[in-house]
């Protein structure tokens, strides 16, 4: 595949476990591939995406430069949460759904 639809640098990616590629860009822009077609451009941080994670099948998160996270779905061009109070760049994320059964009451994780 040649991804060849923009004026920017390519600054990371992320394939989803669906399938979906995403790109993101100097300017900002998140591109959002599946197989070899462009699906989707979504424009929502004002810098360059440094990184995302996949948080379930259809939603993500991006980071960056902008000092915010962004939570998406993949089939929505605009964010649906955004993560303020950063005072710096954003340049990592990791996301872990932890099971119900180690999370207890007591407000202790239990491994």
Known sequence: M?????D???KCLYLL????????LGDGTIQ??????KIGNFKGHDRAIKAF??????DYASTSF??????WKINNNEYINILKGHTSYVIGILYHQLSKNKHQ???????
């Not at 902008?66 to 939570?71: A, H, L, S």
């Open 66 to 71: 902008d000092q915010t996270i962004k939570i």
């Open 17 to 24: 476990g669906n399938g979906y590629l995403l790109s993101g």
């Open 53 to 58: 994670c996949q948080i379930d099948d259809y």
């Open 32 to 37: 959002v591939w599946y197989k070899e077609n």
């Open 105 to 111: 009451k007591d407000k202790k994780m239990k491994f």
């Open 2 to 6: 040649t991804m060849d639809d923009s």
């Open 8 to 10: 920017d640098w390519i």
